[in-house]
Structure formats: structure tokens, C-alpha cells
């Protein structure tokens, strides 16, 4: 029973080059979410998709931040014109979402970016 | 506002030790979820318990137990015994049912423990 993958799991970039960040659920989850962790921080929500629909976005998310799942499967996030700033670990998540109830999320081993 | 806060930002304990970790929501909605999750060192978050806002009975699994408050919106985790593989970064999240568009997680800003051998 294989867990969340996600790809690559170290990303180093120039400030203003776009990187894209791949997440693979687990595969009967219809739930995928995002976040990003900064250092001695919790992770902060960035989106989440049910199969292919992206249903939420946090404030977080500037209009440089695009993710899709196209086929309610496996999720990428694009970073345009990255920024120091965007430095994080970037977190994927899936979860089994039955109407009536909130199940626990399982996380991947995430995305480390660094923006030089 | 904050609506999970973990007041400790690191404990030490020497192996054997019991430690609790604490953890305070805020939320209005009167159905909500909690959960505590474990970062060990590599990085992965760990799931380790969920609760519903309905069921404050406290649970025990292993040498994990956690004791669920709803009057002081506490929903503490106590480690008995400690263990040197207990160190990690332990985080609280809580989860409101009644979102126009489902859940969403609001973590804490988590608690380092190391322990000692």
C-alpha cells in the first residue's frame, strides 16, 4: 500500500525561474490538498482539489501559485517568477472524503524549495 | 486569531519520563475535529489521532493517551514512558465541519520535544 509521493523532493532555483511540483495521492483518495511549512511553523493550507475540482483557494495562494489535477488524480503546483520568499517546504496531502465526515489527511514526505 | 495554539515551543525530557503537550482550539462551530500529528526528524507528518467534537472520552493507545475538554477547548496529548523515538515536532490541527466548500486544516505552530537518554 504505497503512501503520498511527491516530485522532486529537493528544488533548488534562481529568483524569477518557475518550478513545478508534482504530488501523487494516495490512489483510492478523492481529496488532495496543498500546503506550505516554513521553518518552526505548522503547515499553512494552500488549496485542495476533490478529484478534479479545485474547491478552495487560501489567501495565501498569490496569483504567482497555480495547481491542477486534471484527471482527479495525481496534482502539480507551479510556482511562477519564484521569490525568496517562496523558500518552504511545500506539503501534499490526501485524504477519503465522505459526505458527513472529515477524515485524517495523510501526508507526503513534501518538497523542499529554495530560491537563491 | 490563532485557532490552534500549542503554548510549548520545546520540552526536554530524560527517557522514562511521562510529558504532556498541550493543545488549545478556538472555533464557534459546535461540530469539529481534531487531530495530532508526529514530524519526526525526516520530515514525513505522521497521523495519530483523530476525535470528533461529540466524543470527549479519553483514549489510550499504547503509551499515547490523550484527554479531549470541550469546557476549556483543550485537547492535550500525554506521552508515558518516553522514548528516544519520541522525538519530533508534535502538531495539533483542528478541522470545521460546517465550510460551504469542506475542510480545512489549521495547524499549530507544533512542539519540539526531544528526549534525553
Known amino acids: 500500500d504505497t503512501g503520498v509521493s511527491q516530485d522532486p523532493r529537493h528544488k533548488i532555483t534562481k529568483r524569477g525561474q518557475n518550478v513545478t511540483f508534482r504530488c501523487d495521492p494516495i490512489?483510492?483518495?478523492?481529496?488532495l490538498y496543498w500546503y506550505r511549512q516554513t521553518l518552526g511553523q505548522g503547515p499553512e493550507f494552500l488549496t485542495y482539489?476533490?478529484?478534479?475540482?479545485?474547491?478552495?483557494k487560501s489567501r495565501l495562494l498569490s496569483d504567482r501559485f497555480s495547481a491542477e489535477r486534471p484527471k482527479g488524480s495525481f496534482s502539480t503546483l507551479e510556482i511562477q517568477r519564484t521569490e525568496q520568499g517562496d523558500s518552504a517546504m511545500y506539503l501534499c496531502a490526501s485524504s477519503l472524503a465522505e459526505q458527513g465526515d472529515h477524515y485524517e489527511q495523510y501526508f507526503g514526505p513534501g518538497t523542499r524549495l529554495t530560491v537563491t | 486569531a490563532q485557532k490552534v495554539t500549542q503554548a510549548q515551543t520545546e520540552i526536554s525530557v530524560v527517557e522514562k519520563e511521562d510529558v504532556t503537550l498541550d493543545c488549545v482550539y478556538e472555533?464557534?462551530?459546535?461540530?469539529?475535529?481534531l487531530f495530532w500529528y508526529k514530524q519526526p526528524p525526516s520530515g514525513e507528518l505522521v497521523f495519530l489521532i483523530r476525535?470528533?467534537?461529540?466524543?470527549?472520552q479519553n483514549e489510550i493507545s499504547g503509551r499515547y493517551s490523550w484527554n479531549f475538554q470541550k469546557s476549556t477547548s483543550s485537547f492535550n496529548f500525554t506521552i508515558t514512558a518516553s522514548q528516544v523515538v519520541d522525538s519530533a515536532v508534535y502538531f495539533c490541527?483542528?478541522?470545521?465541519?460546517?465550510?460551504?466548500?469542506?475542510?480545512?486544516?489549521?495547524f499549530g505552530t507544533g512542539t519540539s520535544l526531544t528526549v534525553i537518554p
Open positions: 490541527a483542528l478541522s470545521e465541519v460546517f465550510r460551504v466548500k469542506g475542510n480545512q486544516f489549521y
Open positions: 490512489s483510492e483518495h478523492n481529496r
Open positions: 472555533t464557534r462551530d459546535t461540530t469539529y475535529y
Open positions: 482539489f476533490q478529484n478534479e475540482a479545485q474547491l478552495e
Open positions: 476525535r470528533n467534537s461529540f466524543d470527549e
